[in-house]
């Protein structure tokens, strides 16, 4: 707030074109509000606690594969406890673990060709690459033009007219 250095908080947060609340507000602490939040915990208490690392990851380490919506219907099967409403947070857990801990992904690197990348590199460009070096590029001859072809075989007859669904 540039204009609190000189002016009172309602002078500043008018010539600022905010609240004066907005203003004493800013005085008691001046990070944003995004910078004032912290790190959101859990809400509830993890359902998956006392299993995830027991069953859930052996299974993933065996079958690496696996699909999460297997191993909810293994985990219901087992603990008919948990209901449907862990398979959200069971799927979850399992994208983090396979992306930290879980087995490794292969790497692709995509290969692209740019069209005249290679000539670029050595100096020249498509055109150029044609010319010869000391000669001056020749003209083309010129060839005639072609005459105009009929549009149809009854138009080039004169039987235009003959058809009325052709009118041209």
């Not at 979850?92 to 692209?112: C, D, L, S, Y």
């Not at 460009?125 to 083309?140: D, E, L």
């Not at 060839?143 to 058809?163: D, E, F």
């Amino acid at each position: 707030m540039k204009y609190r250095q000189t002016d009172t908080p309602p002078v500043a947060a008018a010539k600022a074109s905010f609240s004066t609340l907005t203003a004493y507000r800013f005085e008691k602490d001046r990070r944003l509000p995004s910078q004032k939040k912290g790190v959101r915990g859990r809400r509830r208490p993890d359902p998956l606690a006392s299993v995830f690392e027991t069953e859930v990851v052996p299974m993933l380490k065996a079958a690496p594969c696996v699909r999460a919506v297997a191993i909810f219907e293994e985990m219901l099967r087992r603990h008919p406890e948990f209901g449907a409403g862990i398979s959200r947070t069971l799927e979850r857990r399992i994208r983090a673990w396979r992306a930290i801990p879980g087995e490794e992904q292969e790497v692709i690197f995509r290969q692209t060709h740019d069209a005249g990348a290679r000539a670029r590199l050595r100096g020249r460009t498509r055109r150029s690459a044609r010319r010869r070096p000391g000669r001056r590029p020749t003209a083309r001859p010129r060839t005639a033009a072609r005459p105009l072809r009929a549009r149809s075989r009854l138009h080039a007859a004169g039987h235009g007219a003959a058809c009325p669904a052709r009118q041209l």
